[in-house]
């Protein structure tokens, strides 16, 4: 079955840097945008970032424009999220998650399947 | 506070029909089609509706969503503990170019 592991988190501190994984499987990932949500302790979702199946369209949430980069190496199945700057407003738990379709970024959003989740902690 | 807006919290009891609103405008759920997703505390989310009314393989009809104008619905019939959850509506801004969620509703069986 189609399957989502995410993995990258830790602890960082405010201002450094750090790079979330979600490796893909049991599915034709090339053919599917992917998505990051997040959600912070004991709050609700917070959408990321979306990439399409080509990599060639990307898209992100206002509150990481700019210091967060979302990618993908379909040779590997992989996606990845960098986050940069961090704050300590970023801690939470990060989702990737797939897409019904090849774009993402359009009127027929839908995130399907999803990984279980890696916590990133920004703290001093 | 959301682009979205959903009640923070609903309740039934078992057996019963609850339904969760969704509110948005035009340049998102106006225009675009609508998601729903249950969260159970310590899971993540898992995806019940699409495409406005649509049910993914193995979500019981007991699901159900629809939409008009500028607000969606979801709806759960005969409601079971198992059901207690959080809910959230989604969707694409074409202002905002970006997913939206709402803020997520409780839904309680008592």
């Known amino acids: 079955q189609v399957q989502l592991v995410e993995s990258g988190g830790g602890v960082v501190q405010p201002g450094r840097s750090l790079r979330l994984s979600c490796a893909a499987s049991a599915f034709t990932f090339r053919s599917y945008a992917m998505h990051w949500v997040r959600q912070a302790p004991g709050k609700g979702l917070e959408w990321v970032a979306v990439i399409s199946y080509d990599g060639t369209n990307k898209y992100y949430g206002d509150s990481v424009k700019g210091r967060f980069t979302i990618s993908r190496d379909n040779s590997k199945n992989t996606l990845y999220l960098q986050m940069n700057s961090l704050r300590a407003e970023d801690m939470a738990v990060y989702y990737c998650?797939?897409?019904?379709?090849?774009?993402?970024?359009?009127?027929?959003?839908?995130?399907?399947?999803w990984g279980q989740g890696t916590l990133v902690t920004v703290s001093s | 506070q959301s682009v979205l807006t959903q009640p923070p919290s609903v309740s039934a009891a078992p057996g019963q029909k609850v339904t969760i609103s969704c509110s948005g405008s035009?340049?998102?759920?106006?225009?675009?089609?609508v998601s729903w997703y249950q969260q159970i505390p310590g899971t993540a989310p898992k995806l019940l509706i699409y495409d406005n009314n649509k049910r993914p393989s193995g979500i019981p009809d007991r699901f159900s969503g629809s939409k008009s104008g500028t607000s969606a619905t979801l709806g759960i019939t005969g409601l079971q503990t198992g059901d207690e959850a959080d809910y959230y509506c989604g969707t694409w801004d074409s202002s905002l170019s970006a997913v939206v969620f709402g803020g997520g509703t409780k839904l309680t069986v008592l």
């Open positions: 035009s340049s998102n759920i106006g225009n675009s089609y």
């Open positions: 998650a797939r897409d019904g379709g090849r774009y993402g970024g359009n009127s027929q959003v839908s995130m399907g399947y």
